[in-house]
């Protein structure tokens, strides 16, 4: 079956400029990451969204990022006013219950550049 | 600060030898680890996952040993195959975070042929 999907695969922008990340989760699961993974920094949790409840956006370096999940399916994550140091991959997972104790789904990441 | 430390940051191993990665975490409230395995331009795929309900978990070439009084946990595969070159990324749940997975920086593993 298919997998995490992810749009675009790449994306290069101008400091400044906004940008808007897709992802599209495996059918039928209820939660979904967010993730940012810079070079030799690991995976760095942004936000997680489960079922209808308020996501846990603890991980959201600043108030310029921002998520939203409609109709408890897609995703697009939102990056306002891009800066160099935002430049990173940025990974999509889902998973099919609450999320505690399960596999984590990852999509392929969209590389983002802020130039 | 970093959650969970991992080491070492590269590991260059023969083909046939044994890898080994190890993870310390502080937060004692963790129970589930699991390690994920990364190749170039591809996201993480699940590897092998333990609770801490026991000391060893075993797949095929891969075991987790788990050590819950030194909090620490590592990777071992056996027989090491170019094909496991990747890069290893060991991660921690648990406690009022749920569904959140805290990673270590990740181990770049080369098996040479």
């Known amino acids: 079956g298919a997998g995490v999907s992810q749009s675009p695969s790449n994306k290069v922008t101008e400091k400044g400029k906004d940008v808007e990340l897709r992802c599209d989760p495996i059918?039928?699961?209820?939660?979904l990451y967010w993730y940012r993974q810079s070079l030799g920094q690991g995976l760095e949790f942004l936000i997680y969204?489960?079922?209808?409840?308020?996501?846990?956006k603890s991980g959201l370096p600043s108030d310029r990022f921002s998520a939203e999940r409609t109709g408890g399916s897609v995703s697009t994550l939102t990056i306002q006013r891009t800066q160099q140091e935002d430049s990173a991959v940025y990974l999509c997972?889902?998973?099919?219950?609450?999320?505690?104790?399960?596999?984590?789904?990852f999509g392929p990441g969209t590389r983002l550049l802020v130039l | 600060q970093q959650q969970v430390k991992q080491s070492p940051q590269s590991l260059i191993v023969q083909k046939g030898g044994i890898s080994i990665i190890n993870c310390a975490y502080e937060?004692?409230?963790?129970?589930?680890f699991p390690w994920y395995q990364q190749f170039p331009g591809k996201g993480p795929a699940l590897l092998i996952a333990i609770r801490p309900d026991v000391s060893e978990k075993k797949e095929g070439r891969f075991t987790i040993s788990f050590n819950k009084s030194a909090k620490q946990f590592s990777l071992h595969i056996m027989d090491s195959q170019p094909g496991d070159s990747a890069t290893y990324f060991c991660a921690a749940m648990g406690g009022s975070t749920l569904g959140r997975l805290y990673f270590g920086r990740g181990t770049q593993l080369t098996v040479w042929p």
């Open positions: 937060n004692t409230a963790f129970d589930y």
């Open positions: 969204f489960q079922g209808n409840s308020a996501p846990d």
């Open positions: 059918s039928g699961h209820t939660a």
């Open positions: 997972a889902s998973s099919l219950g609450q999320g505690y104790q399960e596999t984590q789904y």
